[in-house]
């Protein structure tokens, strides 16, 4: 169990390091901010949309190791899928970061379940979240900046 919880702190630690999609789409579809008062965090998100399927998505933004790795797999995971997936996917991510599914073993997340250890740390969670919040946002026509307090 110890070596599966290195591996996954060193899958987020890469991905802080060398977020993916870190950029701002030229002409987006839709966007969104978001804010963390809690850590700090910030993120834009940013979305081309091809009718109902995610065509490119990318974020922009300053925060922790967790907010920027959640970020970028968040990325990776929801290009190429419709609009209804990328819901799916926020409400099981989300199950699986707070604690609602006991162990977190959920086979769709792939290598999302990497957050699944920061259920136990709640003020994490909100760091985790932030970037799904802020595309949900985005996917819905939110607005106003999405705040996690």
């Not at 949309?49 to 990318?58: K, P, Q, T």
């Not at 609009?83 to 991510?93: G, I, K, Q, T, V």
């Not at 920061?118 to 026509?141: I, Y």
Request: hydrophobic content about 40%; proline content about 4%; some cysteine.
């Amino acid at each position: 169990m110890a070596d599966l919880r290195d591996l996954y702190q060193e899958v987020i630690l890469e991905h802080a390091r060398a977020p993916r999609n870190f950029r701002a789409l030229d002409e987006p579809a839709c966007m969104a901010e978001g804010f963390n008062p809690l850590c700090g965090d910030r993120c834009t998100v940013y979305v081309a949309m091809r009718g109902e399927v995610i065509e490119d998505l990318a974020f922009q933004g300053s925060g922790c190791a967790i907010s920027r790795a959640s970020a970028s797999m968040m990325t990776q995971s929801l290009k190429g899928k419709t609009r209804s997936e990328a819901d799916d996917l926020f409400h099981n991510f989300h199950r699986t970061v707070t604690g609602q599914d006991g162990n977190g073993d959920r086979p769709e997340l792939g290598k999302l379940a990497v957050f699944a250890g920061v259920s136990g740390f709640p003020a994490r969670v909100k760091c985790a979240t932030l970037a799904w919040h802020t595309l949900q946002s985005a996917l819905h026509e939110g607005r106003e900046p999405i705040t996690t307090e």
